[in-house]
């Protein structure tokens, strides 16, 4: 609407459709229901060019959207909703620092580092909720050098989810029970 963005919400069971949130100078980038279904968590550009974003948070029934998280990356909410997980690039010294807050960002806190080129991507949780998924590394060459490590949400410490490598990943699901990842 005149060059704003609005946000919309369609139950698949009713086929009601409802505006969430109105025109607003906000984009809606990687929407993402809280775990109780009673929120959506979005991404905005924080400086216009798409390379740190504000977290957002507006009510499925809407209202005015609330800015969570500032100068992040990526997120993820925890299945059980008691946490999310974001990342935050400092590009001066060329460090991303994966952190974690409770749902209306509050309690922040590092869980572990990284140095460029090997950033943080792509980020989830796996269903279990302690373990946060992500893409590390890039392929600025075209090469395979972006692979998953497995984070432990309480304690940072970081393996290897597996020795595959991909050109780039764009997005990732975690399946029930650690099963796997899509």
Not at 47 to 68: E, F, K, P, T, V
Not at 70 to 88: E, L
Not at 161 to 170: A, G, L, M, V
Request: with cysteine; aromatic share 8%.
């Amino acid at each position: 609407l005149n060059g704003q963005n609005t946000l919309w919400l369609r139950q698949i069971a009713s086929g009601r459709v409802s505006k969430v949130a109105a025109a607003e100078n906000l984009e809606y980038r990687s929407p993402r229901f809280s775990a109780d279904g009673e929120f959506i968590n979005f991404l905005s550009p924080k400086d216009g060019q798409g390379h740190s974003y504000d977290l957002y948070r507006i009510s499925i029934y809407g209202g005015a959207a609330r800015r969570i998280v500032s100068g992040i990356n990526d997120y993820a909410v925890a299945p059980d909703g008691v946490q999310i997980a974001y990342f935050r690039t400092d590009h001066d010294a060329k460090i991303c620092q994966l952190l974690t807050a409770d749902p209306e960002g509050r309690d922040e806190k590092p869980i572990s580092a990284r140095e460029k080129p090997n950033c943080y991507g792509v980020l989830t949780y796996a269903a279990d909720g302690r373990t946060i998924l992500s893409t590390v590394g890039g392929s600025d060459t075209g090469g395979e050098n972006t692979e998953i490590i497995e984070t432990n949400a309480a304690n940072g410490d970081v393996k290897s989810f597996t020795s595959e490598r991909w050109i780039t990943i764009r997005e990732m699901v975690s399946l029930p029970e650690k099963k796997g990842i899509i």
